[in-house]
């Protein structure tokens, strides 16, 4: 049980980056800046590609909130608790983040355009696909890093199906989310 609470804990720490950079276009949503649709209105058999919400404010922000968060990691990681529950050394800390931040966006976009297909509105619940999104984004992107493996992939998934549904409910009562989901 103790080496699964670590590997829990490991994942979790490792999704920082994207779990910021998930967030991003939440926080900034208010910014006026580079607040264009990354599908520049443009449809697809009549629907919109990805939708008004999926912006360059959002893709920015997020990528760049996910190399921050990956530099205070890599700061972090000479701690001895923070070094312990770390996948990687943080020596390629912009890479890593970056990756993160640009996946998370990336896999949420992606989702996004098949939601628009099957005609979902945006902030509609389209579940369990807004909770694996932007984690599978992520850890796609840095797969190239090597150390991903099935079980972190498991574990990280199912980490951000219960935070995600967590976090979006909270975000709503403190009025940052229009929607629960």
Known sequence: MKE???????????????????????????LNL???PLDFNKTFLGKPILGKNKTFR????????GI????????????????SI?????????????????????????????????????GTPFIPFDQMDFTAGALIAVSAFGFITWKIVFVSLSINLFLHIIVNHIAYSLKIRDTKW
């Open 4 to 30: 699964f609470l670590i590997l829990v804990l490991k994942c979790f720490y490792l999704m920082l980056p994207a779990y910021f950079s998930n967030m991003a276009p939440v926080f900034v949503k208010k």
């Open 34 to 36: 580079f607040n264009y």
């Open 58 to 65: 959002g893709i920015i922000f997020g990528t760049l909130l």
């Open 86 to 122: 770390s996948f990687i050394d943080y020596k390629e800390w912009f890479a890593f983040g970056a990756l993160m931040g640009f996946g998370a966006i990336l896999g949420d976009s992606i989702k996004s355009f098949f939601k628009r297909r099957a005609g979902i509105e945006s």
């Open 68 to 83: 921050l968060t990956a530099l205070l990691q890599s700061y972090a990681y000479n701690i001895n608790f923070f070094g």
